[in-house]
């Protein structure tokens, strides 16, 4: 079989030493594109895969219908929103995520972001500290449940809104849990999403839950960009001179943004949640041991398109 990394934003060259000699002492045929430049480069790539193991590469339907030798494609992380999981379904093909793999890495990159806003971007002013100040985790999957963890070692009051997680398991990491978002959103200054991208959380940040949060409020993004209603968000920036925005996914209007709220919104260069060479390793590893099995035994652990 033949195993295509493709990968626009590459893996550490770390993670594909350890990935290449999974896949090659499987028996199976190792192929490599990183940082292609456009949809035709992936779509000669992917011709003669069997299998492929992306990032938050676009896997739609013409990618599909490019590759009549596919059988799965590994998501080397949590969010599969970018892949077509209905034509994969219709052409038999198998989808996973590797959760988990990648989770410490977003939770981290959290906290630096809490701490840049709450330290004024770095401007020399007095800011303010972590410890004490409530913390909304909306969401308590994996990445949600490792940043409480983290939280409590900055001496944060933490509390926690998910309704697929039950309360208890959530309140035996000494968690609050809240029942409703409305009140997870005006119960904390900073609010961390970890919700995924589809429809029904796309643009459901909006504005009116925003309003609802306190003085001082901040919004943290590792998610996706998607979630968030950027009309609401905009709104709520004109509005309201004591509220943040730091995002690790650029929004559409990040320039707009930038320009008329310098000191208030934030935004990575590029996401760098999952970039860090532990997670390219663990995920990456976990991708292409995910397709020995499946190709071994047929085993289909961490299918997504069920
Ligand atoms: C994920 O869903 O796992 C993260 O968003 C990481 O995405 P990336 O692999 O594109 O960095």
Not at 41 to 63: F, Y
Not at 103 to 120: D, K, P
Not at 273 to 295: D, L, M, P, W
């Amino acid at each position: 079989m033949k195993v295509l990394v493709a990968t626009e934003k590459p893996f550490a060259p770390s993670a594909i030493k350890e990935i290449q000699p999974i896949i090659e002492n499987a028996g199976h045929k190792f192929a490599l594109i990183e940082k292609y430049e456009n949809p035709a480069q992936l779509h000669e790539a992917v011709k003669d895969a069997n299998a492929i193991i992306i990032r938050s590469d676009i896997i739609d339907e013409a990618v599909f219908n490019a590759a009549p030798e596919l059988k799965i494609v590994v998501r080397a992380g949590a969010g599969f929103d970018n892949v077509d999981l209905k034509t994969a379904t219709a052409k038999n093909v198998v989808v996973m995520n590797t959760p988990g793999q990648n989770s410490n890495a977003v939770a981290e990159l959290v906290f630096g972001l809490l701490i840049y806003g709450a330290r004024g971007f770095f401007n020399g002013k007095s800011g303010s500290e972590l410890k004490g100040k409530t913390l909304g985790l909306h969401a308590y999957g994996n990445v949600g449940k490792l940043a409480a963890k983290i939280a409590k070692g900055f001496g944060m009051i933490i509390s926690a809104f998910d309704p697929f997680v039950p309360a208890d398991l959530i309140e035996a990491d000494g968690v609050k849990v809240y029942n409703s978002v409305e009140e997870l959103y005006s119960s904390n200054q900073y609010i961390s999403l970890h919700i995924p991208a589809n429809d029904k959380t796309k643009k459901s940040i909006n504005h009116t839950l925003l309003s609802k949060m306190p003085k001082g409020a901040t919004l943290i993004n590792t998610a996706r960009k998607e979630v968030v209603d950027e009309e609401g968000l905009l709104k709520m920036l004109e509005e309201r001179n004591d509220f943040k925005y730091l995002s690790d996914i650029q929004p559409d209007t990040a320039s707009e943004l930038l320009s008329k709220f310098p000191d208030r919104c934030y935004f990575t260069p590029k996401k760098m949640g999952a970039q860090t060479f532990e997670a390219n390793n663990n995920a990456g590893i976990a991708a292409a041991t995910q397709i020995v099995n499946f190709f071994e035994s047929g085993d289909k652990t961490f299918q997504v398109n069920k």
